[in-house]
C-alpha cells in the first residue's frame, strides 16, 4: 500500500520538488488531496531521513553542500562494499537463484543500454537498480534500508550530475566486473570493485574528491 510518505518521497527523489524547494502541508495535502495531518506525519519522517530540513521559512528539501556529500559517498563506498561481499558469500554458498543473479546482469545492460541512447533519467533509475538489488542479493535488510536513505540524499542534490554520460564506457565495464566477483562468489575481489566504483563516481563528480 502507497502511503503519504511514499507520495511525497517520491515527489522529492523524481525531481518535482528540487533542492531547496520550500513544502507546506497545505500546499501538499492540495495536491495530494489529504488532509494536514498524514502530511505533517510525512514531513516528520522525511526530515529524520534527511531528505527535508526544517529552517525559517519552513520545511525546504535539503541540499547536501560538497561536504556532506562526500560523506554520503563515502557511507555508501562502505555499505555497497558490505553487500557485495555479502552477496558474493551467498552465492559460493548456493543460496542464491540463478534467475535472481541473472537480473543483476540485466540491470546492468539496462543502465548501459539507455545512457548510451541518451535516456539519462532511464539510465539513472537503472543504474540505481542494479546497486540495489546486489544490497538485495546481500540478504542484510538493515544494510539495503540505509543504503536506501544514502542513494536517496545523493540522488536529490546530484540528479544532473549523475545522469552526465561522461564515465559511460567505464561505469559499464565496472558494473560487469562486480558482477562477475559476485557469479564467482569472490566476497573481498566484489568488496573491493564495489568501494572502488562508489569512489570513482565520486571522483567523476563536479568537485568530487580526486582517487
Known amino acids: 500500500m502507497t502511503t503519504i510518505y511514499d507520495r511525497v518521497r517520491e515527489l522529492i527523489v523524481g525531481g518535482v520538488f528540487p533542492p531547496g524547494e520550500r513544502l507546506t502541508e497545505l500546499d501538499l ?9 498524514p502530511v505533517s ?11 527535508v530540513e526544517s529552517g525559517q521559512r519552513g520545511v525546504m528539501v535539503v541540499r547536501l ?16 562494499a558490505l553487500t557485495a561481499e555479502l552477496a558474493a558469500l551467498r552465492q559460493r554458498a548456493g543460496e ?4 535472481a543473479l541473472a537480473r543483476l546482469t540485466g540491470h546492468a545492460g539496462d543502465a548501459d543500454r539507455a545512457t548510451r541512447d541518451g535516456d539519462l533519467a532511464t539510465g539513472v533509475r537503472h543504474n540505481r537498480e542494479f546497486h540495489r ?4 542479493l546481500s540478504g542484510n535488510a538493515l544494510a539495503l534500508g540505509f543504503l536506501d536513505r544514502v542513494w536517496d540524499r545523493i540522488v536529490v542534490s546530484t540528479r544532473d550530475s549523475l545522469a552526465a554520460p ?8 565496472e558494473h560487469r566486473r ?6 564467482a ?8 570493485l564495489a568501494r572502488d566504483h562508489v569512489l570513482s563516481t565520486l571522483s567523476a563528480l563536479p568537485g568530487g574528491t580526486p582517487r
Request: aromatic fraction near 2%; hydrophobic fraction near 40%.
Open 29 to 37: 495535502s492540495h495536491r495530494l488531496d489529504v488532509s494536514r495531518t
Open 133 to 136: 538489488h546486489i544490497a538485495v
Open 41 to 51: 506525519e510525512a514531513l516528520r519522517r522525511l526530515e529524520s531521513d534527511g531528505l
Open 65 to 80: 553542500s560538497d561536504g556532506e556529500l562526500r560523506e554520503a559517498y563515502l557511507v555508501r563506498a562502505s555499505l555497497e
Open 96 to 99: 542464491i537463484a540463478p534467475a
Open 166 to 173: 561522461s564515465r559511460t564506457g567505464q561505469v559499464d565495464d
Open 185 to 192: 562468489g569472490d566476497g573481498p575481489a566484489a568488496a573491493a
Open 178 to 183: 562486480l558482477v562477475a566477483a559476485i557469479t
